[in-house]
């Protein structure tokens, strides 16, 4: 058995549901800082997981990011694993952070990765990115979480996905379900319409919050009130839990991969 095949049997036999291998040299689109984080980067083993339909079906907000926190623990645990089976046979291997932390600066608001792991999911051979900029796989349409490392070990890559799914304009049912009208007909992702929504007991949450007491110039009683809060709460245990996703429509909306009800 090869390389190759060694670490896609041990991330399957570690729960991923899908894996593919890109060239770190092929992978253009969505590279980020793929070479500042390894120098000799060969290629990058790319995971995705899938969401469970029951979930993602349910009406309850809180179940379906508890399903997003369990996901994003898997992932990281398949890809310690895959950086330790690597690491042991002399290779180098980094995993690249699915969600947080991220770089916090100016120019990125907080919302670019450090690479893209939908356009390393691409070049793997996972999927599409589709109409709503998310990954689109055969097997569950958009309903997946990804997670990728970067190693030195020459795998064989995967090819690319090149199959359409995504119907696009002729679909866009996306488009209609954005509650905030993020989602374009021409492939764009508006992220400052879409961020205060999806994140919105987030930073955007936290900062529109200041903002108000600010503009009324609230008083001591009021920001007393305001901490005691059920808003207040959310925010708080968004910044303690690291379950910050409060939208799921461009992903439940999407019909790709659904199961036949």
């Known amino acids: 058995m090869s390389?190759?095949?060694?670490?896609?049997?041990?991330?399957?036999?570690m729960n991923a549901d899908l894996v593919g291998i890109c060239s770190a040299e092929k992978m253009v689109e969505g590279r980020g800082n793929l070479f500042e984080i390894m120098s000799d980067a060969r290629a990058l083993v790319v995971i995705a997981l899938e969401h469970f339909e029951p979930v993602l079906d349910s009406e309850n907000l809180q179940i379906m990011q508890y399903n997003v926190h369990q996901l994003y623990h898997e992932i990281d645990r398949i890809l310690y694993g895959l950086a330790k089976f690597l690491a042991r046979k002399?290779?180098?291997?980094?995993?690249i952070p699915a969600y947080l932390p991220v770089d916090m600066s100016r120019e990125t608001s907080g919302l670019k990765g450090e690479v893209s792991l939908r356009h390393a999911a691409q070049c793997?051979?996972?999927?599409e990115i589709g109409?709503?900029?998310?990954?689109?796989?055969?097997e569950y349409g958009p309903r997946v979480r990804l997670g990728a490392l970067i190693t030195n070990a020459d795998?064989?890559?995967?090819?690319?996905?090149?199959?359409?799914?995504?119907k696009r304009e002729k679909c866009a049912i996306c488009v209609k379900a954005c509650p905030v009208g993020a989602i374009s007909t021409q492939g764009e992702v508006n992220v400052f319409k879409c961020?205060?929504?999806i994140l919105k007991y987030f930073i955007p949450g936290f900062v529109t919050a200041?903002?108000?007491?600010?503009?009324?110039n609230a008083s001591w009683k009021e920001i007393q009130e305001f901490a005691r809060s059920p808003?207040?709460?959310?925010?708080?245990?968004?910044?303690?839990?690291?379950?910050?996703?409060?939208?799921?429509n461009c992903m439940t909306s999407c019909p790709i991969g659904k199961t036949p009800k």
């Open 3 to 13: 390389l190759t095949e060694e670490v896609k049997k041990l991330a399957l036999e």
């Open 90 to 95: 002399g290779f180098k291997a980094v995993s």
């Open 124 to 127: 793997a051979g996972l999927g």
């Open 131 to 138: 109409l709503n900029r998310l990954l689109i796989t055969p």
């Open 155 to 166: 795998l064989t890559p995967d090819e690319p996905f090149e199959e359409k799914l995504c």
């Open 195 to 197: 961020a205060p929504n």
């Open 210 to 216: 200041i903002n108000e007491l600010a503009k009324r």
């Open 231 to 248: 808003e207040a709460w959310k925010i708080l245990q968004v910044l303690t839990t690291g379950m910050i996703y409060n939208c799921f």
